[in-house]
């Protein structure tokens, strides 16, 4: 999406507007902000104690408010009837204590407010309020200027062991963009010292919002538009390095703009940058890094600026129509290019020089060839912050002139060819200019030879220099003539080479404020402009399609909501899995809440699907996929949980051998009916000191078959070893049978783990089952065991089975009858007039083995398990239309 910026005279208009225009305009600007009457304050604190609706607007009287607290502007607007908070007149309003700002809601607009000294803050500006962010909003026609850092923030900084040093750098962030389609629209900034990027567009709740998986490909289409960027402190000048010389912390997070951060760079953030004005924007070596996809940046002006526009991770970003002006000021540079299908066409780079400590780095158009992976699909969390390979560059019909290395190779972080076109440039210097260097050049001799011969050169034209490697796709031109035009050059004797800038002219100082770029208040230097001609910013939204996202769905069948909002009319167009139906509304004029269903998921494993919307009106083409995924049952859901009452009932604990109690040698709550009680952070604890084992007698509260014991404990390196017995009748030692293990000694738990270590049981009948622990074990080779702690531990038990007194040739509950057990050929399974349409048999490793389908059976159904290998299944019976759902045990015998 596109941000459309609309600039309408406001306080003067030429005279050649007609009174057509001039009525067309007060149409616009009332329908835009006169929904409602305005609210006037005298103290911002009063703005939260609003209840602002849409078409709000709250003008806050001019004066000097030295508040340092921070205030919540918070509101739902719409897009015809935003709400409005502003200053009285532009720059009226001047805040000296460092008042910050939450903005959270949708469609706000603040405007007009010139924030001037203070302290700043981590954050200062932000687009939400905990977890709860803005979108559609914008921050207009503002300045931020000279925010200092607190003293004590200035003390904690500094070096104890070694005075006039320092370890870190104090991190302020002056503009955070969260949310989505949010805008920074014809502000100012000045005189920043702090580290900490000065525009951040944070994308790590775009990429997983909190209870919700990877939503990485949603567009996030945040505008930075037509502002103005003034001296952002060069970090290293004001603060040194460290005592060693190494460099101080948070100094390398400097960017004047960053777009979204390495951990989350395939985010599709889809962010524009355009007409914005860099002067002396020299934080860190990056003046803008690009960290996510699909961002373009277009028609902005570099002047004097000791750094570079870096694409530093994410790929398919646009670089276009931009001016670098170096003004042979060292240490300036233009682009940088890591990973890939970046477009880096039609930009000016004029008089740019790095010769001294950041020469690899800033330069006309710098080359690195690393060695991650590239163009990391928006649907992984698989990333590095590391420099990935460089593919499918597009760098064509670019202009550098007398600029220290035009073309630069670095292989300081890998050496992985980058792949690409370059194409159609053009490289001019004067006869006898200071920057003249050759065309190519890199790092090391070398470079070029191990990281520029994959790309494909074709059409590059060069003059007053030499070419400085041996390729095709490069010719010297002696023909090409310069012409000023004002400052920069145009060209003639050469045909379809270097860039096309469409007539226009890099921003200089006097174009900023008034009409131009910045708050129309102040001048380039942040002083107070006479009778400034101001503007009606109207920010119109560009065309948006965007679906919501949902969690991971259970394997049950359900109903599921999700908000689709849009300002065009769009449609259902595919449902990719049968297991979804009955999308609605399935079409639309703009915002809706969309239902779908989705069936019970019968199989083994998770399933995906997805829906897609598709824009129907416009002209931008939106298509959105919504995806979808499910969870396959656990064993357990298909099983009874015997103790599923409070605190295990019906079953309880009937005896013990030893717990750690209040009468233990060292007493502590360690008792064995924690081992029942709901809560992992308890546990049953006892020390085998004899090597006999200790155990705990459950009374399962009557009688049982057993399909499955789970058994949690506490996580150590290695595992607890426990043997399972059980009793029909009484506890007495003689009335036991061991049933696990069934040959060797001991079975074990997971070590390093508090998750459940599941045991399957062969339809074992029990009303005792006694658990006895001998402590954990660091061999647990049969008949060579090694023990490695005599204490045992059991945080939780579960018991799964069926209550029974039938014989071994029926097995029933819930009226439904499985026999014989065991089965040899073929399993009858009486229904006793209860429907059933489906028989699902697993194995105990959760693997469907075997479906059949039926018609609303009602009498005898015969399933055929010859097939079947010897062992203990789960048969699984269903009616979803009449709710049936229930599970048992068996085994099938040679």
């Known amino acids: 999406m596109v941000t459309k910026i609309t600039l309408t005279k406001r306080l003067c208009f030429k005279k050649s507007w007609s009174k057509f225009n001039l009525m067309l305009l007060g149409l616009l600007i009332t329908q835009f902000v006169a929904a409602q009457s305005p609210y006037t304050i005298t103290n911002p604190d009063q703005l939260e104690g609003l209840s602002l609706v849409a078409g709000d607007v709250v003008i806050l009287a001019n004066g000097t408010y030295s508040t340092d607290e921070r205030i919540t502007f918070s509101g739902t607007g719409t897009a015809n009837a935003p709400i409005i908070f502003k200053a009285e007149t532009p720059g009226g309003v001047v805040f000296t204590g460092g008042m910050a700002m939450n903005i959270v809601g949708d469609h706000l607009v603040v405007d007009g407010f010139h924030w001037k000294g203070g302290y700043g803050a981590s954050n200062f500006i932000q687009f939400r309020s905990g977890s709860v962010y803005a979108n559609h909003s914008t921050i207009q026609n503002c300045v931020i200027d000279g925010l200092g850092i607190e003293p004590d923030d200035l003390i904690d900084a500094q070096d104890p062991a070694n005075p006039g040093f320092y370890t870190s750098v104090p991190k302020h962030r002056w ?51 037509n502002n103005y960027f003034y001296n952002f402190e060069k970090i290293v000048d004001n603060w040194g ?72 991770h994410g790929s398919e970003a646009t670089v276009q129509e931009n001016f670098f002006m170096g003004e042979n000021t060292e240490g300036t540079g233009a682009i940088r290019i890591v990973d890939s299908k970046h477009v880096i066409t039609n930009n000016y780079i004029q008089d740019c020089i790095n010769t001294m400590a950041q020469a690899k780095w800033n330069n006309g158009i710098t080359f690195l060839g690393g060695n991650d992976s590239a163009d990391v699909a928006c649907g992984s969390t698989s990333v590095s912050n590391g420099y990935q390979k460089t593919t499918a560059i597009n760098v064509s019909n670019n202009t550098i002139v007398n600029t220290n290395a035009p073309l630069f190779y670095n292989l300081d972080k890998g050496s992985t060819d980058p792949t690409g076109t370059v194409s159609n440039n053009l490289i001019y210097f004067d006869s ?115 679906v919501g996202t949902v969690s991971t769905l259970a394997y049950t069948a359900g109903i599921y909501d999700v908000s689709v909002s849009a300002n065009v009319s769009w449609e259902v167009t595919s449902i990719n899995g049968t297991w979804i139906s009955n999308v609605s509304p399935s079409f639309s004029t703009g915002n809706e809440t969309v239902s779908f269903t ?14 897609t919307f598709t824009q129907t009106s416009g002209a931008d083409n939106k298509v959105v996929v919504l995806n979808i995924t499910q969870d396959a049952p656990d064993l357990t859901d298909l099983l009874n949980l015997i103790n599923s009452g409070a605190n295990g009932a019906p079953v309880t604990v009937d005896s013990y051998s030893r717990q750690q109690d209040q009468s233990h040698p060292n007493p502590k709550n360690n008792v064995a009916t924690n081992s029942l009680d709901k809560d992992s952070g308890t546990s049953w604890v006892a020390d085998d000191l004899q090597t006999d084992g200790e155990y705990v007698i459950y009374d399962l509260g009557g009688a049982y078959t057993l399909d499955l014991i789970e058994i949690a404990t506490d996580s150590k390196s290695n595992p607890y070893a426990f043997q399972v017995w059980v009793s029909t009748t009484d506890t007495q030692a003689g009335s036991f049978t061991k049933i696990l293990p069934v040959s060797d000694n001991y079975f074990y738990t997971t070590a390093n783990s508090t998750d459940f270590t599941q045991f399957a049981l062969n339809q074992e009948k029990a009303r005792y089952v006694k658990v006895v622990g001998f402590g954990r074990f660091k061999d647990t080779t049969n008949g060579a065991e090694v023990r490695d702690s005599q204490w045992m531990n059991i945080a939780e038990i579960n018991f799964y089975g069926e209550a029974t007194t039938l014989s071994t040739n029926e097995f029933d509950s819930n009226a439904i009858s499985l026999y014989p ?62 709710g049936l759902n229930t599970s048992k045990m068996i085994v099938v015998a040679p």
Do not use: W
């Open 175 to 225: 503009v955070v963009l969260y949310g989505t389609y949010n805008n920074v629209v014809n502000c100012t900034f000045l005189n920043k010292k702090s580290a900490g990027a000065l525009v951040l567009a944070e994308l790590e709740y775009n990429a997983s919002p909190d209870g919700v998986q990877n939503t990485r490909c949603l567009e996030v289409g945040h505008t930075i538009k």
């Open 241 to 312: 390095t460290k005592f060693d010389g190494s460099e101080l912390s948070n100094a390398g997070d400097s960017e004047t703009i960053r777009i979204g951060t390495s951990e989350f760079q395939n985010v599709n953030a889809n962010c524009v940058i355009s007409g914005n004005y860099f002067y002396k924007a020299d934080g860190e070596n990056e003046i803008i890094t690009n960290k996510s996809n699909g961002n373009i940046y277009e028609n902005n002006t570099f002047r004097s600026c000791r750094g570079s526009l870096v694409m530093r």
């Open 432 to 546: 006898g200019n200071a920057n003249i260097t050759e065309v190519i050049s890199g790092d090391t001799s070398s470079s070029f030879t191990n990281l520029g011969t994959a790309l494909t050169y074709s059409g590059n034209e060069f003059v007053g220099t030499t070419l400085g490697a041996s390729t095709s796709g490069f010719d010297e031109n002696t023909g090409i003539t310069a012409t000023p035009s004002g400052e920069i050059f145009t060209f003639s004797g050469t045909t379809g080479k270097g860039a096309d800038m469409k007539g226009a002219l890099p921003f200089s100082h006097s174009n900023v404020g008034n009409d131009g770029v910045g708050a129309c208040f102040v001048d380039y230097l942040g002083a107070a402009i006479s009778n400034p001609t101001c503007n009606e910013i109207i920010v119109t939204p560009g065309e948006y399609l965007s």
């Open 598 to 611: 989705v069936s019970e998921n019968s199989g083994t494993t998770s399933r995906s699907g997805s829906i």
């Open 821 to 882: 057990i065991p089965v040899k050929e073929v399993l009858h399974i009486k229904t006793n007039d209860i429907s059933v349409d489906a028989v699902h048999i697993y194995s105990l490793e959760g693997r469907l083995v075997l479906t059949q389908n039926f018609t609303n059976a009602t009498s005898g159904i015969s399933i055929n398990t010859s097939r079947l290998p010897q062992g203990t299944y789960i048969v699984r019976m269903t009616n979803q239309a009449h």
